[in-house]
C-alpha cells in the first residue's frame, strides 16, 4: 500500500506540470492579453474634452508612449521571456504562492476565500440533497424494478436529465421569482440579513437558496439513482443472496445485511470525488443567473479580463486537489472493500 501511494504522489508531478505548461503556452497565443487591455482602457478613456483657448481639445488618440508601454509590461512581468515566466511561476506555485490579480489587486488566496462560502453553499446542498435522495430512490427502483413505480420515476429521472441546469433556472426564475414572487431573483441573503434574529437569518437564507440548488440538483439524480438501482440489482442476482433466503432470512434482512454493503461499493469509494468536486467545479451560468458571487464567476471573469494570476492560480489549486482526492477516492476501494489489493 505504501509504495502504491508514493508511486500515485510521484505520478501528480507530471500530471501537474504538464496542465499548467499546456495552460500557460496556449495563454501566450491568445489576444487581448492584460498589457493590450490596459492599454485599449487607456485609449478609450483618453477621450475627455479639455477646455482651453476658446476651443476644445482632445487628449488622449495619441496612444501610449514606448516607456509608458515598457512599464506596463515589467508591471505584468512581460518584460522576461516566457520560458523565465514559466519556471517564475513554478517556484511560486511549489511554495504555494499564487501571485497576485492583475486587476483586483488582491492576492490569489485572498480571492479564493472570498468566493469559497458561496461555492461551498452551493456545493454542500447539491451533494448531501442529490446523494441524499438518490440512493434511497435507487434502492427503491431496485427493489421494485420492473413496476409502475420504476418506470414513471425512470421517466421523471431522465427528463430532468434532459434539461440543462441553466435553462430550468430560468425557468424557475421566471415562474418563481416573477410571476409567482415567493422566491428572491438574486443573491444569497437579503439586504438586512445581519439585523435579523438567528431564526430569521435561516428562514432569509434557505428562502433565498431554493431556487439555485433546485436548478443545479434535479439534473443530477439520473445519474446516481441509475448506479444504485443497477448495483443492487447486480447484487441482488448473486448466489450468496439465494443462500440467505434459502436459510430464511427474510427480505429486509437479506437487503440490509448482505446487499446493501456489497451494492454500495461503487457509490461510496465515489463519495470524496463528488464531494470535492460539488465545492470547486463550480456552477458558472447557475452563479451568473442568480447573481452568486463564487468561484465559477471568479473564474470566468478572469479568462475574459486575460487576469492570468488568478487563472493559473486557480488552475493550480483546482488540479492538485482533484488529483489528491482522485487517491482518495482509490484508498476508499481498500476501506470498503478488503478482497481489493493494488499489488
Known amino acids: 500500500m505504501a509504495a502504491y501511494i508514493a508511486k500515485r504522489l510521484l505520478l501528480m508531478l507530471p500530471t501537474l506540470l504538464g496542465v499548467l505548461l499546456l495552460t500557460f503556452v496556449v ?3 491568445v489576444p487581448g492579453g492584460p498589457v493590450e487591455q490596459y492599454i485599449a482602457e487607456a485609449r478609450a478613456g483618453a477621450g475627455t474634452a479639455v477646455e482651453g483657448g476658446g476651443a476644445f481639445s482632445y487628449r488622449g488618440a495619441q496612444g501610449v508612449d514606448e516607456k509608458r508601454l515598457a512599464e506596463i509590461r515589467k508591471l505584468y512581468g512581460f518584460d522576461k521571456p516566457a520560458p523565465e515566466r514559466f519556471v517564475n511561476m513554478l517556484a511560486r506555485f511549489a511554495r504555494f504562492d499564487l501571485g497576485t490579480s492583475f486587476f ?37 427502483k431496485a427493489v421494485r424494478a420492473g413496476s409502475r413505480f420504476d418506470l414513471v420515476t425512470t421517466i421523471l429521472l431522465l427528463a430532468a436529465y434532459a434539461v440543462p441546469g441553466f435553462v430550468l433556472g430560468v425557468a424557475l426564475l421566471v415562474i418563481f421569482g416573477g410571476q409567482l414572487q415567493w422566491f428572491p431573483l438574486r443573491g444569497l441573503t437579503s439586504d438586512g ?32 439513482t441509475m448506479l ?3 448495483s443492487f440489482l447486480e447484487e441482488i442476482r448473486k448466489q ?11 427480505e429486509r434482512q437479506t437487503l440490509w445485511r448482505h446487499v ?14 463528488a464531494f470535492i468536486g460539488a465545492f470547486f467545479t463550480g456552477a458558472l451560468l447557475i452563479e451568473t443567473l442568480f447573481s452568486l458571487d463564487g468561484l465559477g464567476l471568479l473564474s470566468y471573469e478572469s479568462v475574459i479580463r486575460r487576469d492570468y494570476p488568478v487563472v493559473l492560480g486557480t488552475l493550480y489549486l483546482f488540479t492538485l486537489i482533484g488529483l489528491a482526492t482522485r487517491l482518495v477516492s482509490d484508498l476508499c476501494y481498500v476501506w470498503v472493500d478488503p478482497r481489493v489489493k493494488f499489488d
Do not use: C
Open 104 to 140: 483586483q489587486n488582491k492576492d490569489v488566496w485572498q480571492l479564493i476565500r472570498e468566493k469559497l462560502p458561496v461555492s461551498i453553499t452551493l456545493g454542500m446542498w447539491t451533494f448531501f440533497i442529490s446523494y441524499g435522495v438518490s440512493i434511497p430512490l435507487g434502492i427503491a
Open 228 to 230: 444504485t438501482k443497477n
Open 240 to 250: 450468496y443472496v439465494l443462500t440467505a433466503r434459502a436459510k430464511g432470512l427474510s
Open 27 to 29: 495563454l501566450q497565443f
Open 260 to 273: 446493501f454493503r456489497n451494492a454500495l461499493i461503487p457509490i461510496v469509494t465515489g463519495f470524496p470525488a
Open 193 to 224: 440579513w445581519a439585523d435579523l434574529s438567528l431564526w430569521g437569518r435561516i428562514t432569509d437564507y434557505l428562502w433565498h437558496i431554493t431556487l439555485p440548488v433546485a436548478a443545479m440538483v434535479l439534473g443530477s439524480f439520473a445519474v446516481t
